[in-house]
């Protein structure tokens, strides 16, 4: 691992100033921990102190945000489909198997975000955390930098989001309700479906789709709006209409805020690792996969746009966004369907051309989890758009 360029360029023959090297990300060299306990087994931590912690967003990224705080890199959420993979190559590690078990720990991060929130320099703008990977992960636990973090924006009244699968946030609240007092504070938790054995193959670090709504509730509850981030969608997976309006439903009785879906996209890194995930449990959809994405990230906008009025008429139905935080409540367990991980999927031979028809005029086809006459017109290029 090429640690030395993590480090200060100082002393670098090999790297003179105005070289055009690309800047070292962090001020030390990283101390390597493990903890043997069952949360942390096989998992290797690197504390280093990070040159800033305030970063600011490249200007082609599809975000509506310009400043973010990452405290982490690399993420034992193991997320299969975590567009974020791709930065750990920066850092001499790969993109699978070391993104989910080698974590980079800024342990400066509270007081450096202290001392830039504190610069003349900055001008107080929408901070974002948990973007790239997620601020409640495992590590949190034990590092506990988001208190110092949040204290930090807080005392400085500024604007700030997260978004996590972290559990966790929970620990927060308080703090939480002490910086929307002085300034605005969003959040979400991400919850992309809620079938369980499906969460516990692709997303297997995560707490289940259960134990997120049950904290968007108890966050509402405590009058912190939160909502829900229903992402990734995944194409002949979970896009059925019997499975998002299982997901909009319990984001409902969550009292969530609002429902904003994400269709899975795949960027490298994430792409290589996602499409291994899939031909070891859904081998017969790889091929569909790769028509339907082509060479690139993005599924085609027709889909992502039924998808997301689909969505929004479901949170319509359900009156997302219209509780109170009172009104909220925990959300009741979900019974465990009598079929397995594999029993909902969409077979590649079901995505059969057809013209293009509004949604609910023809049938899809009779399979478990899928409402016959729901389907989506065809995509570019001819290939038929995944589910509803």
Same mark, same amino acid.
């Given at each position: 691992m090429r640690w030395d360029s993590m480090r200060l360029d100082q002393g670098r023959p090999d790297r003179p100033p105005g070289s055009g090297a690309v800047p070292a990300l962090f001020g030390r060299e990283a101390v390597a921990k493990t903890f043997d306990t069952p949360g942390f087994r096989g998992i290797a931590f690197y504390e280093v102190h990070a040159r800033s912690i305030?970063?600011?967003?490249?200007?082609?990224?599809?975000?509506?945000f310009r400043w973010t705080i990452n405290p982490y890199r690399g993420c034992s959420h193991a997320c299969c489909y975590c567009f974020a993979r +791709? =930065?750990?190559? %920066?850092? &001499? @590690?790969?993109?699978?198997?070391?993104? &989910? *078990? /080698?974590?980079?720990? $800024?342990? +400066?991060?509270?007081?450096?975000?202290? $001392?830039?929130?504190a610069s003349p320099r900055w001008q107080g703008e929408h901070v974002?955390?948990?973007?790239?990977? &997620?601020? %409640? /992960?495992?590590?949190?636990?034990? %590092? #506990?930098? @988001?208190?110092?973090?949040?204290?930090?924006?807080?005392?400085?009244? +500024?604007?700030? *989001?997260?978004? =996590? $699968?972290?559990?966790?946030?929970?620990?927060?609240?308080?703090?939480?309700?002490?910086?929307?007092?002085?300034? &605005?504070v969003g959040l979400n938790v991400s919850v992309g479906f809620v079938d369980k054995d499906l969460s516990r193959s692709v997303e297997p670090g995560t707490p289940s789709p259960q134990r997120r709504l049950e904290a968007c509730a108890a966050l509402n509850r405590r009058g912190l709006r939160c909502g829900v981030l229903m992402g990734p969608v995944l194409p002949f997976l979970t896009d *059925?209409?019997?499975?998002? !309006?299982?997901?909009?439903?319990?984001?409902?009785e969550a009292g969530a805020a609002h429902v904003t879906p994400i269709v899975l996209h795949l960027r490298?890194?994430? #792409?290589?690792?996602?499409?291994?995930?899939?031909?070891?449990?859904?081998? !017969?959809?790889t091929d569909a996969y790769r028509r339907f994405y082509g060479a690139g990230a993005y599924a085609p906008k027709a889909y992502q746009q039924q998808i997301a009025e689909h969505v929004r008429d479901l949170a319509l139905r359900h009156g997302v966004g219209r509780a109170t935080a009172r009104q909220a409540r925990s959300v009741p367990p979900r019974a465990t369907p009598a079929r397995g991980v594999r029993s909902h999927r969409a077979r590649p031979d079901d995505a059969r051309p057809g013209g293009a028809r509004p949604v609910g005029t023809q049938p899809y086809g009779a399979r478990?989890?899928?409402? *016959?006459? !729901?389907?989506?017109?065809?995509?570019?290029?001819?290939? /038929?758009?995944?589910?509803?």
């Open positions: 305030i970063n600011r967003v490249p200007e082609a990224s599809r975000v509506p +791709n =930065t750990h190559t %920066y850092l &001499d @590690m790969d993109a699978g198997h070391d993104f &989910d *078990s /080698q974590i980079v720990v $800024k342990v +400066n991060a509270p007081a450096l975000a202290r $001392k830039e929130l974002a955390m948990g973007t790239n990977v &997620d601020c %409640y /992960q495992r590590a949190e636990g034990r %590092y #506990r930098l @988001m208190p110092g973090i949040i204290g930090a924006l807080r005392d400085a009244a +500024n604007p700030f *989001s997260i978004l =996590t $699968k972290g559990t966790l946030i929970l620990r927060d609240a308080e703090l939480l309700a002490e910086a929307a007092e002085v300034t &605005d *059925s209409p019997a499975e998002l !309006e299982a997901t909009v439903r319990l984001a409902a490298p890194g994430a #792409r290589e690792w996602f499409l291994g995930w899939l031909g070891e449990h859904f081998p !017969e959809l478990p989890g899928r409402a *016959s006459g !729901e389907r989506l017109p065809g995509a570019p290029g001819g290939v /038929q758009l995944p589910l509803l």
